[in-house]
């Protein structure tokens, strides 16, 4: 199944508005093809928050990525969206609550598909993704808190990996390389007068070069974080909710 962006024609809703892809996946149509491709990949970029909160509860290695991939295969497939709640708007609200509820109802059945045999309808790299938890820190937070602040940082890196690809498919991954520590406020003019050294360029055009970085960045995160929430009005909470989980 081949996910599609929203840059490559976006759906719109019925007020005429730029539809987000989470407000595509509670639309009505069970078999619409827009539909599955935005739960595709709203799925493959958020799945580790998820893998790694399974794992906090206690799981084994093999048995969260046996828990993981069903439980991703149902919702591509459909058959739990009926429980998803418009009202709430947040597709990592939505992932959360179902996967709890998943792990208390589903076990059984899920170990039962792997038993007879049953597709998976996505990949997840599970060894990566054993590797990245087996880094991470010891951390005292609920696994509910942690997975807000992987959540926080996986949609971070996804458009980190966006802005990076623009910039690539420019010719100026050298230019992106020497700037992107400029997104977290970085980079005076001592900075951006060695970067113009580097890159014999004046150091008036590095400084036009990283504002434009900047805003970039700013605008990929808001249309990421519209991509996860039914109504683009919560796109600022969303954003002052995301901070303030990295901030603790």
């Given at each position: ?162 802005l990076r690809a623009e ?23 001592d900075g951006h007068a ?55």
């Amino acid at each position: 199944m081949t996910a599609t962006s929203q840059e490559d024609g976006p759906a719109r809703g019925a007020a005429g508005f730029e539809a987000t892809r989470w407000s595509v996946v509670l639309a009505a149509g069970r078999d619409d093809g827009a539909q599955a491709a935005a739960l595709d990949h709203l799925c493959r970029t958020y799945w580790y928050p998820l893998y790694a909160f399974v794992r906090r509860q206690g799981r084994s290695a093999d048995d969260a990525q046996d828990l993981t991939q069903a439980f991703f295969a149902r919702l591509i497939a459909k058959r739990d969206l009926a429980a998803a709640d418009p009202a709430r708007g947040r597709f990592r609200s939505f992932l959360l609550a179902a996967m709890k509820h998943f792990l208390a109802n589903e076990w059984d059945k899920a170990r039962a598909l792997k038993r007879g045999g049953g597709a998976y309808v996505t990949s997840l790299d599970a060894g990566d993704a054993e590797t990245r938890y087996l880094r991470e820190p010891a951390d005292p937070a609920t696994p509910e808190r942690i997975f807000e602040r992987r959540w926080a940082l996986t949609l971070l890196d996804e458009v980190l990996h966006r802005l990076r690809a623009e910039h690539e498919a420019r010719g100026q991954r050298v230019l992106f390389e020497e700037l992107k520590d400029t997104l977290a406020g970085g980079g005076g003019a001592d900075g951006h007068a060695a970067t113009a050294g580097r890159l014999c360029m004046s150091e008036g055009a590095v400084k036009v070069a990283a504002h434009r970085l900047r805003r970039r960045y700013r605008d990929l995160l808001r249309a990421e974080i519209a991509a996860t929430v039914n109504d683009p009005r919560d796109v600022d909470d969303e954003l002052r909710h995301l901070f303030a989980v990295l901030s603790v």
